[in-house]
């Protein structure tokens, strides 16, 4: 009975480690505007010249996260988060405080022009990934497509 005993709390601690290891749980739920749903994927259009805009609503389930907005490479932003303005290239990081997050958090981005031409005349591909993360079983990641939308294209 002792053998089996210790079997049985080796193979669920074995399990418990792997439930924790492999389990993700968004630390918040994001809503997006200006960001569309087309077949079967979230996506942002930008202008001619590649220029594009959209928000975030954010609901934190947890506090002190990480957000994390990854752009196209070369990519310029400007993000408006609650009183700051925070502009870079290719990676945004801030972190979230519970009871401390704007009601709007304003992504404007700007591709390079090569990728702007892809978009724009050969029907190439962008993304942008948004991700929160805390350690340990905190993560979530939403991937919006970049994509330019011709004169009378609906959404």
Known sequence: MGKGLAIMAIITVVLIAYALTTV????????????????????????????????????PRVDSFELTIEFPKGTSYLVKYGDRDYRGTDEFKVKVERGKVPDNVYVNFQLPQDLTRKLVFENGEARITVRGDKEPIWHGEDVIYVSYRKEGEKS
Do not use: C, H, W
């Not at 749980?25 to 979230?42: G, L």
């Open 24 to 59: 993700r749980v968004p630390p918040a739920s994001v809503e997006y505007r200006e960001v569309f749903y087309t077949n079967n994927q979230s996506v942002t259009f930008v202008t001619k010249d590649g220029v594009g805009l959209f928000t975030m609503v954010i609901n």
